[in-house]
């Protein structure tokens, strides 16, 4: 599975309750750049980078797949 096809899935896996109070922008530096709003329970991806994020991941596709399976060691 491509690393976009794999972010674009995170907005089903946000836990809504525990993430009510979260305002957040997450950056993913990979080969094709993406980040995610996380505002209060509601997870949206967009392509592209985002300078006003929180927190920023520079990591290769394949890492980040298996860091976000629970697979890095």
Avoid at 32 to 54: A, F, L, R, S, V
Avoid at 60 to 65: C, F, G, P, T, W
């Amino acid at each position: 599975m491509a690393v976009k096809d794999f972010l674009m899935r995170m907005p089903q896996a946000l836990d809504v309750e525990a993430s009510k109070s979260v305002k957040a922008i997450i950056q993913f530096n990979v080969s094709t750049p993406m980040h995610c709003i996380i505002d209060c329970g509601k997870c949206e991806m967009h392509p592209g980078k985002n300078e006003n994020y929180n927190v920023a991941l520079t990591i290769s596709d394949a890492n980040l797949i298996k860091m976000m399976k629970g697979e890095m060691t």
